[in-house]
Structure formats: structure tokens, C-alpha cells
């Protein structure tokens, strides 16, 4: 709240203490400006004595301006930029990327439960016996729905609601009554989506919109892609139900297998590399470059990026004085070569014709 909302409390002895601000509608221009120099000036201080960071380096970090703007400031203030000029940049609000949830240990024999009923549901809906609607319904609301509820593993809500779709959609496809698996299932899967954080229940949700749109219900359909959309935007889930992964943990010891894409005008061909993730990129940058007989001079040609998808914790273009390891690159994965210089492309574009 202090950075957020510019109260300018500094080095208080607040801890252990309540305390209440009552704070203004909005943070006037000066309250803010006024906040960032003395962010600068006091709140960096003891990072100073430990790592030497001399206070231009620290007024970087905390906010970007143009860089004229930037000179001129620094030059009037003594090495510190003035944060009150009008042109100076705001500070963004860094969104945390959303991680799965640490789930409780499943029950193992609710889980044993769960995947026998499963079993016994797809031998019902193969063999269509006599009277199958009825066991199947008996079967399914009777001891599998209510192990969903019980259990405390999301997962578990997540599998008990595929069987009901699998159910309902048989149902549905034999001209039979399946309204009332239709909403046991999408309600298990509502609650594993919002409450517990399973993406794989989010994917349910949107089957169950299809299949009640395939019902002939296109209220209910619009109405849960209505809750998915706010779902995802009230929890932060990615949009495309694809968990980020986590930054890896590495070692000097350890070697990873790397992928290189070639840009196409260069013939597009994937080479392998084995690196050490502590070292440089820049390394990496210079043995491509040796690989393709060209010189370190010609680092200025090309990008190095690594690619939204497959997706990986971090992705655009790579600092070559980065550790590989935290690039976004991961064992296994890669990164792409673009051409940034247009005469470049233009001559390897003009020798491949």
C-alpha cells in the first residue's frame, strides 16, 4: 500500500502495530513525484551499503523516462533523475502470473472409487442393455456424484463431471432426459474451475456450454461462457487454459539440450546444442554465430527470442548477458533467430532465389 498508494511512510515503526490511513481519492501529482525521489533517496539506502548501488543505477530500476528527458533531469539534480517532470513515465503495475494452486493430498480410496464407477459407466453406455438409462442415472447420482462433493482433491470434481458429460451426452444423442446430469456436472466443474483453480475443469465448463447449446438451451450456453469470461478475468487464469510453467532451478553442473530456429531466410533449420544454463546467452549467441561462419560483428544482425509458445515463464527477446537459465529458455526448449537487419535478409533472401 505504501508504494501503491503514495502514503510515503518510511523506516515507520509500524510493525505489530494497527494503523489506519484514511486515504484521498487520488494521489495528487506532486504527492507522487515527491514519493519517487524520496524512494530513491531513502528507500534504497541500505541496498546501497550492501551491493555499492550507486544512486543513478537505483533511479533506473524504479522508473523509465525518455531519455533526453532523462539527461536533462539528471544533469539539473547531480546524477539523480527529477521525477517530476511532466514527460517522466508512470510506474506500471507488474501483474503476477497466476500458478496452479497447492492442492491437499487426494484420498486414494475415493480416488479407487471414483475410477471403478468410471468403469462401470462406459460398460453400461457400451453395452446399452435393457433399462440402461435408469441404472446409469441410478449408478451415477446415487454414489459417484456424491464422491465428487466429498472429495477434497479438485481433480476428483473434475473427473466425476467428465463422466456426467460422457453420460448426458449419450443420453442426449438417445432422445433420453439428461437436464438433471447436465447440471450435477456443470456445477462440479464450476466449483473446481473458480474455487479451486483446475484448468482442466475450466475446459469441462466449456464442453458442457457446447452440449447444452447441442440441447437447444442457448441461454444456459451463453450463460456459463458468461461465468468462464469472468472466472478467468476475477482469477487471473491464463486465457487459454495454459499454466505457465515455473522458472527452473539449475546448477553449474547441470547441461541442457537446447533448440536453435533459423529464421527462414536462412533455410529455417532447428539445430541442438548442449549448454550449461550458468553461462552467459551470450555464449550461446557467439557459438551460433561460429556455427553459421559468421563473426562476432555481426551479433548486431540478429535477435535472439524466446517463443510465446510452447510457453515457458518468460518469453521475448533474450539479454545476452543473461544466465541462459533465466532467459526462458528450458531444457529441451529454444529460442528463435530474427534477422533485425533488412540488408541481411534481403541478401540471404536474394542468395537462396
Excluded: C, H
Amino acid at each position: 500500500m505504501n508504494i501503491a498508494r503514495q502514503l510515503g511512510l518510511f523506516n515507520a515503526p509500524y510493525q505489530g502495530t494497527s494503523t489506519f490511513v484514511k486515504l484521498p481519492d487520488q494521489a495528487p501529482t506532486s504527492a507522487r513525484s515527491e514519493f519517487l525521489k524520496r524512494l530513491v533517496a531513502e528507500g534504497d539506502e541500505e541496498e546501497e551499503e550492501e551491493e555499492k548501488v550507486p544512486a543513478p543505477a537505483a533511479a533506473a530500476a524504479v522508473v523509465a523516462a525518455p531519455a533526453a528527458a532523462t539527461a536533462t533531469a539528471a544533469a539539473a539534480t547531480g546524477g539523480v533523475p527529477d521525477l517530476a517532470v511532466d514527460d517522466v513515465a508512470e510506474v506500471k503495475e507488474v501483474k503476477e502470473v497466476w500458478r496452479p494452486p497447492v492442492w491437499p493430498e487426494p484420498n486414494e480410496n475415493i480416488r479407487t472409487a471414483i475410477a471403478d464407477m468410471y468403469g462401470e459407466v462406459d460398460a453400461i453406455l457400451g453395452e446399452k442393455r435393457e433399462g440402461w438409462p435408469a441404472k446409469l442415472r441410478q449408478l451415477v447420482t446415487t454414489q459417484l456424484v456424491p464422491l465428487g462433493w466429498e472429495s477434497d482433491y479438485p481433480p476428483d470434481r473434475t473427473t466425476v463431471s467428465k463422466v456426467l458429460f460422457l453420460a448426458s451426452k449419450t443420453l442426449y444423442e438417445k432422445d433420453f432426459n439428461n437436464q438433471d446430469l447436465l447440471s450435477e456436472g456443470r456445477t462440479l466443474a464450476e466449483r473446481a474451475f473458480e474455487d479451486e483453480g483446475d484448468l482442466e475443469a475450466g475446459k469441462m465448463l466449456k464442453a458442457y456450454a457446447a452440449l447444452y447449446a447441442a440441447n437447444g438451451d442457448e441461454d444456459a450456453e451463453q450463460m456459463i461462457l458468461d461465468d468462464f469470461a469472468r472466472i478467468i478475468k476475477t482469477k487471473g487464469y491464463p486465457e487459454d487454459l495454459v499454466p505457465v510453467p515455473t522458472a527452473p532451478e539449475y546448477g553449474f553442473k547441470d547441461k541442457w539440450t537446447i533448440s536453435i530456429l533459423e529464421p527462414p531466410a536462412m533455410g529455417g533449420e532447428a539445430i541442438e546444442v548442449m549448454v550449461r544454463p550458468k553461462q552467459k546467452f551470450r555464449v550461446l549467441a557467439n557459438a551460433w554465430l561460429k556455427m553459421k561462419d559468421l563473426t562476432e560483428e555481426n551479433l548486431g544482425d540478429y535477435e535472439f527470442v524466446v517463443p510465446e509458445m510452447p510457453k515457458t515463464w518468460r518469453s521475448g527477446k533474450i539479454d545476452l548477458e543473461d544466465e541462459i537459465g533465466d532467459t526462458g529458455i528450458l531444457d529441451g526448449n529454444g529460442f528463435s533467430v530474427v534477422i533485425t537487419n533488412p540488408d541481411v535478409e534481403m541478401a540471404l533472401m536474394s542468395a537462396q532465389a
